[in-house]
Nanobody, 122 residues
Framework: VQLQASGGGRVQAGGSLRLSCEASGFAFGDYGMGWFRQASGKEREFVATVTWSGSSKYYADSVNGRFTISRDNAKRMVWLQMRDLEPEDTGVYYC????????????????WGQGTLVTVSS
């Protein structure tokens, strides 16, 4: 099982980034896919999730309206489009897979990627 996240980088406040996550080694279409982030010295927190079909998406209040999660099951990919970035969005972003569901609960996710660093400067 592998979740390879990429697309992180340094951007100024108000800018945009698109994170990608490529999945392999498991039945991707059977899993909800989520993005979480962890700022230095803080716990990992939920950002966004999408159901296995892509039909339902859920966001943390802090990113709702600025971030968009999407997936393509044929390509085994999930993306996180981030706009209007703020310094508070800085952190390591992780993609993760949850069997059957798509929730905001970190403990429900069974597979995790290695993370990609996003730094937003003011």
């Amino acid at each position: 099982v592998q979740l390879q996240a990429s697309g992180g980088g340094r951007v100024q406040a108000g800018g945009s980034l698109r994170l990608s996550c490529e999945a392999s080694g498991f039945a991707f279409g059977d899993y909800g896919m989520g993005w979480f982030r962890q700022a230095s010295g803080k716990e990992r927190e939920f950002v966004a999730t999408v159901t296995w079909s892509g039909s339902s998406k859920y966001y943390a209040d802090s990113v709702n309206g600025r971030f968009t999660i999407s997936r393509d099951n044929a390509k085994r990919m999930v993306w996180l489009q981030m706009r209007d970035l703020e310094p508070e969005d800085t952190g390591v972003y992780y993609c993760a897979a949850e069997k059957g569901l798509a929730t905001k609960y970190r403990e429900n996710y069974v597979y995790w990627g290695q993370g990609t660093l996003v730094t937003v400067s003011s």
